[in-house]
């Protein structure tokens, strides 16, 4: 049995140089908090409504972005309401094979077995995007959640 080994995957360099902070809600069945740790990211992981309410409130550190895993016991809606009530962060959903729940409140949808490049340059660049339109607009945007234009989507090669 051979070890898994992780490559430092290159990404476009930490949006900015600025700390970019997610939190990861939901098991790490596919290690994608190393994954993201890698690429320069700060992951905050929460298992519970209640450690999501309390790493969503740390106005100190807002999330840039909060990631959250379809899972057979994760109601994925209950966690999407929360973070859009409470933060600007933007919405990334890693799909199940067996549970697909509505994706129109997400910013960023990953389907099942994505490559590693394609979801990491995907959240990169919603970061980015999100961190210039609120640059763009500062001022004139409450904390909360705007509608995004539409959703980003990785289309399925094969």
């Known amino acids: 049995m051979s070890a898994i080994t992780f490559q430092r995957i290159p990404t476009k360099q930490a949006v ?3 700390l970019v902070r997610m939190i990861y809600v939901g098991p790490d069945d596919h290690f ?3 994954i993201l740790k890698r690429a320069g990211y700060s992951v905050d992981q929460c298992k519970s409504a209640c450690q999501l309410h309390a790493a969503l409130r740390d ?3 807002p999330p840039d972005a909060v990631v959250i895993v379809e899972k057979k016991r994760i109601d994925p809606r209950a966690a999407m309401f929360l973070t859009r009530s409470t933060s600007a962060a933007a919405l990334v959903l890693f799909q199940s094979a067996d549970h697909t729940y509505d ?3 997400f910013d960023f949808v990953v389907p099942v077995l994505p490559s590693v490049d394609e979801w990491l340059g995907g959240i990169a660049t919603l970061i980015e995007r999100r961190r210039s339109d609120r640059d763009r607009t500062q001022g004139r945007l409450s904390s909360v959640w705007q509608p ?3 959703i ?3 289309s399925r090669v094969g």
């Open 59 to 61: 106005i100190a550190s």
């Open 148 to 150: 995004a234009e539409r």
């Open 103 to 105: 994706e129109s409140g």
């Open 152 to 154: 980003s989507r990785l």
């Open 16 to 18: 900015r140089s600025e």
């Open 32 to 34: 994608r908090i190393p």
